[in-house]
């Protein structure tokens, strides 16, 4: 249902004076509540005012203006959850399963996460919650985070919260591993957490409120996972982790740790982890980290997206991209698309590559929605080339699903 | 989560819940006498310097109904009644306008900004009580002192706790469904446009550097929303202008505030996530009430002072009516005291119950037995 449009919606529009050429834009505007395309909540039409882009039109201030490609995505039908998601960040998780023609997605409630996965279609199979059990007479604690680590021989289920770390089969039927956080020097006006998970070939990293990275040894299989080493190079709370193979090397990753002031760390994998850079913060959270060819792409509390490159710990690019604070990153690897996704209300999605001549970070935005009045906490790109991804928001009980057209 | 989430959380419940009160007691015609003192009585109620103590005390946040039964106790430190049905629409009202509070607030920062907004709003009620004043000035610095030197990190994970602590509260409010502030799902509205928080810069701008850090190429795209920016911050101070709106006093006499009991059936399950086990929570929030409301003074009132009942609705019919149609799903449970293995607790909530005189009304509704049991009889009902 696509309603060509000539000149857009006046309350989307930007106040900026408009060159002479025929104004384009795409946004699409999404109501939660829906079940799908065919089926829409009374009262709320579904706006989508789409026009074709055209680059390389320069207005009259001297800048220029970069349209949007005429690429398009289109709702898809949305998996229900049971409970509805809380407001953290990083609140997607999605394990591909192609040759099985599966795909697992998890979601935090709160005390509980859901585990559950879905065929093609979005048609949910089986679904499973999970929950920290700390004893009897106490409440659960809240769980953080939950995402899957995607190893050389196996996939674990990592579930981190106050107090403990649980690390489970994939499909969460068994845990496999639990470690209680050691509270340290913790004084009691600082509340104790595990948040950030990330695989780097046979070590799963875990992040801490203290700022330390506990690096996990994860055997091919079993349940003898060992604490191989503790990472300090962070003072604040670690938000997240991400990793990449390195380039040109096998059983080599790099790794980028992200933390509530703002501060990266850069990580070369091994027995014993290496700082490879430092990336000095301002005071302002990063919550979602991501890592792709030596670029580093970091979210932060400002709404800004900054990438930079990975060897010098230099600023590449910055992107005044939300008007809030960020809540998730995700980033397709074959295509170098990035998807970033703030409590504003709005996904982007973003075309990140090298200038050959200069090795310089550049970028290109490639779409933008807009999921009204829901406060987005997780997105994910569904299938590596980044042809569709996923949504979470603050109390729907529903993951939103997007594929281009 | 945040183990300094109660300070903020508890004082600006309590500031809407003082200006419901407000409001119904002037719409109810309330001699101004009698208003004022039920203001004063409440008022130094929450600010008594025990209670802040326990109150500030870095601890986590406990379920709803255990902060309720606070709340409960709190409405009646004067000679002011509340029946059931109106005490939960109050607090329907208090929940619902704090939890939009602290989604619509631009920085996480901003929580600070509103909780000042209701202690500026308090100060007015109370401004010719000397004494109360000063320990509401009180709390003030210590809310400066202890707040206003955390990280934007810190402030994020607050916000977080409190939202987590609102999940799935969709009671529609007819205030904020006529300024369209909610729909008429009972999720707020979340605007796409206006200024953009203090530090954030207006989206729609790609810059490039090159190595040696000079920008290079200024890329406009287009972002979808509609801001403009930010024109002035708040002031963080124990006197100044906040600039933020939120948290001020939204109600006036000729408004009356009705809200629509509609739980959408998907929400159910995740409501229950609360109510399994009840009984093990029920062991640490007895603990934490019984610390709170041990330091509670709550001022006996001398001599036969006539008390009233105040009425959230406006007839006594509607009333009865809300008490009888409120859905299952909205009720706010029973702490079960009786069941708890911890005999010592026990009694010592009992004890500290004892100490609470309430002057017999012949129109509280439900059980009036002795005096003793009323309390823990309010309680259960909970």
Known sequence: ????????????????????????????????????????????????????????????????????????????????????????????????????????????????????????????LAQRQLQVKVGVGVSPPLITQVHWCVLPFRVLLVLTSHRRIQMYESDGSLMVYWHALDSGDASSAQAMFARGIAASVHFICVGTWSGRVLVFDIPAKGPNIVLNEELTGHQTPITDIATERAQGQDGVADM???????????????????????????????????????????????????????????????????????????????????????EDTFVHIWKLSRNPESGSIEVEHCHGECISDTQVCGARFCDPSGSSFAVTGYELAEILRFNSV | MSVRTLPLLFLNLGGEMLYVLDQRLRAQNIPGDKARKVLNDIISTMFNRKFMEELFKPQELYSKKALRTVYDRLAHASIMRLNQASMDKLYDLMTMAFKYQVLLCPRPKDVLLVTFNHLDSIKGFIRDSPT??????????????????????????????????????????????????????????????????????????IRMFNDKSEEVKKIEFNHGGDYVAAYKEGSFELYGDRVLKLGTNMYSVNRPVETHMSATSKNLASRTQENIAPNPLAKEELNFLARLMGGMEIKKTSGPEPGFRLNLFTTDEEEEHAALSRPEELSYEVINIQATQDQQRNEELARIMEEFEITEQPEITEQSASKGDDLLAMMDRL
């Open chain 1, 256 to 342: 980028v740790t992200a933390d509530d002031s703002g501060v990266l760390c850069v990580w070369r994998s091994g027995t014993v982890f290496t700082l490879l850079t430092r990336i000095p913060g301002f005071g302002v959270p990063c919550p979602s980290v991501q890592l792709w060819q030596g670029i580093v792409a970091a979210g932060y509390g400002d709404g800004q997206v900054r990438l930079y490159d990975a060897t010098t710990g230099a600023l590449h690019v910055q992107i005044s991209a939300h008007a809030r604070t960020v809540s998730a990153l995700d980033l397709a690897p074959e295509v170098g698309k990035l998807l970033s996704a703030a």
């Open chain 2, 132 to 205: 109360i004043l000063h320990l509401v000035d009180e709390t003030f610095r210590q809310l400066i002192e202890i707040y206003g030197s955390l990280s934007a990190g810190e402030f994020q994970l607050i916000r977080q706790t409190l939202l987590i602590f609102f999940q799935d509260l969709h009671i529609r409010v007819s205030t904020f469904l006529k300024d369209k502030v909610q729909n008429s799902n009972g999720r707020f509205v979340l605007p796409v446009s206006g200024p953009v928080p203090w530090g954030t810069e207006v989206p729609g701008v």
């Open chain 1, 1 to 124: 249902m696509v309603a060509p449009a000539t000149a857009p919606r006046a309350s989307r529009s930007s106040p900026r004076p408009r060159p002479e050429a025929v104004r384009q834009c795409v946004v699409s505007m999404v109501a939660a509540d829906s079940e799908g395309p065919e089926d829409r909540p009374s009262g709320k039409p579904d706006l989508r005012v789409e026009v074709e882009g055209v680059a390389g039109v320069t207005s009259d201030l001297g800048v220029d203006l970069q349209y949007l490609s005429p690429r398009m995505f289109r709702r898809e039908r949305s998996i229900p959850l049971r409970g509805s998601a809380a407001a953290l960040s990083n609140n997607l998780s999605v394990l591909q399963l192609p040759a099985r023609d599966l795909t697992h997605f998890g979601v935090v409630h709160g005390p509980s996460a859901q585990i559950l996965s879905a065929a093609p279609e979005g048609v949910p």
